[in-house]
């Protein structure tokens, strides 16, 4: 199946910095979502995001769904050690019922 | 809060085996998934049902079969299990209608064939 791309695919960030990350896709989205993922365990939902646009925040965390439907983007303020894990976009359209398409996922680590 | 939860985190099995992976949600979401997810091949698909005794294949559905018999359980079996069904399992759940795409998923099974 196809995947989102992701970038950058990993980051080493200090603690105290802004991060970034984008998703980009080739067809169109009515639906990007944002997870994480810890070590060993599943994907916990972080944001979603459902109009071309919106600008949603979750705490340090803020994604915007691009005006184009075809690309997401995370930003992550004064990151601290537990932001470490593995990032990952999702994009869901209505006609493939119910079906997302996964980015590859981006790895943050912090260093203090 | 939406909780998805899986039989086993851990489990270790031999080649040939029948292998059982179960999922319950307590969200009354009419739709259920399985992947897995492999180091460079992210996400995939197994299979995912969108009602009780409905299912349909996802993008790699050789070697497995569902099953969903209530509502709220949705499980992932393995006739015969192989090594390369060594992986991280995963099983989501979400809402029919409005919202369908979000999705929501249990901790996972990381299952070892030996």
């Known amino acids: 199946g196809q995947q989102l791309n992701q970038s950058p695919q990993s980051m080493f960030i200090q603690e105290g910095e802004d991060v970034s990350m984008n998703c980009t896709s080739s067809s169109i989205f009515n639906t990007w979502l944002w997870y994480k993922q810890d070590p060993g365990e599943g994907p916990v939902l972080l944001i979603a995001?459902?109009?071309?646009?919106e600008l949603t925040s979750n705490g340090r965390l803020t994604a915007q769904f691009g005006i184009t439907r075809k690309d997401s983007f995370l930003n992550i303020s004064a990151s601290i050690p537990s932001d470490v894990g593995i990032y990952f976009c999702a994009g869901g359209y209505t006609g493939t019922a119910s079906k997302l398409t996964f980015g590859t996922g981006t790895r943050l680590q912090v260093t203090l | 809060d939406v909780k998805v939860t899986q039989s086993s985190r851990y489990l270790v099995k031999r080649t040939g085996e029948k292998v059982f992976l179960e999922c319950v949600q307590d969200?009354?979401?009419?739709?259920m998934f399985w992947y897995r997810q492999d180091p460079g091949l992210g996400l995939r698909l197994i299979y995912f049902?969108?009602?009780?005794?409905?299912?349909e294949k996802g993008d790699i559905p050789e070697g497995y079969s569902v099953s969903r018999e209530k509502k709220e359980r949705f499980s992932l079996i393995l006739e015969s299990a192989s090594t390369n069904q060594t992986s991280m399992y995963l099983c989501?759940?979400?809402?029919?209608?409005?919202?369908?795409?979000?999705?929501?998923f249990g901790p996972g099974t990381r299952l070892t064939v030996l």
């Open positions: 049902s969108y009602d009780v005794k409905m299912k």
């Open positions: 989501a759940s979400s809402w029919a209608g409005y919202l369908t795409d979000t999705q929501y």
């Open positions: 969200m009354d979401h009419e739709n």
């Open positions: 995001l459902y109009k071309a646009g």
